[in-house]
C-alpha cells in the first residue's frame, strides 16, 4: 500500500484543496461519486457542518442512516480521493449502494490510490464496529471491481439497476 497516506475528516483547514479537488471533479464532467462530493461547497462551513451531523445522525433525511465521510490526503495535504461509510444498510443499500462509497480525483486515478483509499476504509469500518462489509460497483467499471478484489471482496449476487445497469456486489470480512 502505498504511504503517508492518511484518511482526516473534513475540516475547514482544508477549504482550498478541496474547492481544488472539487473544481477538478466539476470540470472532468463525470459523475461525483461519491455522493457526498456533490454537496455544493459555496457555503463551506455549511457543508462540513452537514458531514460531521450526517455522523452524529443529526438531521438525516427520512429512510437514511448515518455515515462517515474522510477524505484521503498525503504528507503534503493533497486531497487525493474522499471516501463516504454508512454504518449500516437499507434494504435499497444492500441491493445496490453498499457501505463504502469512495472516489479519487481524476488526475491521480491509475497510480494505486484507489486500492489504498479502499484499505484505509475498511480499517475505519472496523472502528466503526462493522464486521463485514458490501462495497459495490457497476460492472462497466473494471478498475473498481479489482480494487474491491484486492482488498478481500468476494463476489455476491449481482443487482440490476432500473435502467438496466448491472451492479456487481462484494462482501469484505473484516
Known amino acids: 500500500m502505498k504511504k503517508n497516506l492518511f484518511l482526516i475528516k473534513p475540516t475547514v483547514k482544508l477549504k482550498e484543496e478541496y474547492l481544488s479537488f472539487y473544481k477538478e471533479w466539476l470540470d472532468s464532467g463525470e459523475d461525483m461519486i461519491p ?7 459555496t457555503n463551506f ?16 433525511p427520512n429512510g437514511w442512516v448515518p455515515d462517515s465521510t474522510y477524505w484521503m490526503i498525503n504528507e503534503n495535504n493533497k486531497l487525493i480521493g474522499v471516501v463516504n461509510i454508512r454504518h449500516q444498510l437499507t434494504d435499497l443499500l444492500l441491493r445496490s449502494g453498499g457501505h463504502i462509497g469512495y472516489g479519487i480525483r481524476p488526475t491521480e486515478r491509475k ?3 484507489a486500492t489504498a483509499l479502499l484499505s484505509l476504509s475498511i480499517e475505519k469500518s472496523q472502528q466503526l464496529g462493522l464486521t463485514k462489509i458490501l ?12 480494487t474491491i478484489i484486492n482488498n478481500g471482496g468476494v463476489i455476491d449476487k449481482d443487482f440490476v ?9 462484494y462482501w469484505i470480512e473484516l
Not at 35 to 41: A, F, G, L, N, R
Not at 45 to 60: A, C, D, P, R, V
Not at 161 to 169: A, L, N, Q, S
Open 45 to 60: 462551513e455549511e457543508m462540513i457542518q452537514f458531514l460531521h451531523n450526517n455522523e452524529k445522525g443529526i438531521n438525516l
Open 135 to 146: 462495497v459495490v460497483c457497476d460492472e462497466s467499471n473494471i478498475g473498481s471491481a479489482k
Open 111 to 113: 497510480k494505486g490510490f
Open 161 to 169: 439497476e432500473e435502467d438496466g445497469t448491472i451492479v456487481k456486489r
Open 35 to 41: 455522493w457526498v462530493i456533490e454537496k455544493d461547497p
